[in-house]
């Protein structure tokens, strides 16, 4: 089982030499990869009609292909996860060309997370239709990987068309891996036909037991092997007690995590020691699932 971070990026601030320390703190305790958050816009919780996301304007987002590609310069072995990149609000061939040269430029250390999202002030404010965002998904993930394994593409669909063009370089993976982020139905059906894993922030293990069995009828469906899917589950240690984080993993493992990342945003930590401290204690606890 690998072992990860969430990158703190509501708390962490902007100093690049903190963002640089926090990582590299990440890679030397032993972890396997860090998984960053994406949110393009935040909105104005006083607008007109009030505003119920989870995050506003006054919550700092670093663009996780920006921030990947500063880390991949400062670290050897980190992995980077997006978790998840708000697919459908992106020009397709856009992503697939910063995907490649950030595979390249790390020596193929991505992991690409995708979701749908729910902000539609987003959807609006990059020129997407945030109603069709399930459906154009699909689309996307198909052509990603044709991008990302063919040096020439000709491509007609519903949304997307490329006339005999290509990236250079490709990735240095062929194609990235593409796990899909979400809970609802239509989501675990979709990743079960399309994906190469799961980033779950499901809360509990109740409510895995329920949907990684889902998940599972849902690969067999596609005709796909269950054991070969990665299950990437975080741990959000201002929910968890420290006290239960060693049940929490073993439990999940039982239900087939491949992944497990300790969560330590909203916190109400200043100091970046404050983060390192919890990432101490918890691969003191996590470390003997690593592997």
């Given amino acids: 089982m690998k ?47 009030g505003w119920r996301g989870a995050y506003t304007y006054r919550d700092a987002f670093h663009e996780p292909f920006v921030l990947f590609a500063y880390l991949a310069a400062l670290t050897t072995r980190l992995e980077f996860t997006t978790g998840v990149l ?10 697939a060309k910063q995907a490649a040269a950030l595979d390249v430029l790390s020596g193929g250390r991505l992991r690409l997370g995708i979701g749908i999202g ?11 239709d945030f109603h069709t965002r399930g459906r154009r998904s699909e689309e996307q993930v198909a052509l ?3 991008l990302w394994t063919e040096p020439l593409v000709t491509f007609a669909g519903r949304d997307h068309r490329i006339s005999d063009a290509g990236l250079n370089p490709l990735p240095v993976q062929r194609p990235i891996p593409i796990w899909f982020g979400g809970e609802a139905d239509a989501v675990l059906r979709r990743m079960a ?20 069995a889902r998940l599972r009828e849902y690969l067999q469906a596609a005709g796909r092997d269950p054991a070969s899917f990665g299950i990437d589950i975080r741990i959000n240690a201002r929910l968890t007690p420290e ?5 929490e993993i073993a439990g999940w493992r039982a ?21 390192l401290d919890v990432l101490r204690r918890f691969m003191a606890v996590a470390g003997e699932w690593q592997g």
Avoid: K
């Avoid at 990869?33 to 009609?49: K, M």
């Avoid at 729910?118 to 997407?128: C, D, H, T």
């Avoid at 239900?255 to 983060?275: K, S």
């Fill in 3 to 49: 072992l990860g971070v969430v990158f703190p990026q509501t708390e962490i601030g902007t100093d690049p030499g903190v963002i640089r320390d926090y990582a590299q703190a990440a890679e030397s305790l032993g972890y396997d990869y860090l998984l960053a958050y994406d949110h393009v816009l935040g909105a104005n919780p006083e607008r007109p009609g």
């Fill in 86 to 95: 708000i697919l459908p609000q992106r020009q397709t061939a856009l992503v």
């Fill in 118 to 128: 729910w902000n539609a002030v987003e959807y609006e404010a990059l020129g997407q």
């Fill in 144 to 146: 990603l990987r044709r």
């Fill in 193 to 212: 036909r399309l994906g190469d894993g799961w980033i779950s922030n499901t809360r509990t293990l109740a409510q895995g037991r329920e949907q990684v």
């Fill in 243 to 247: 006290a239960d984080w060693a049940a």
């Fill in 255 to 275: 239900l087939g995590a491949t992944h497990v990342c300790v969560n330590t945003m909203g916190m109400g930590f200043t100091r970046l020691e404050q983060h």
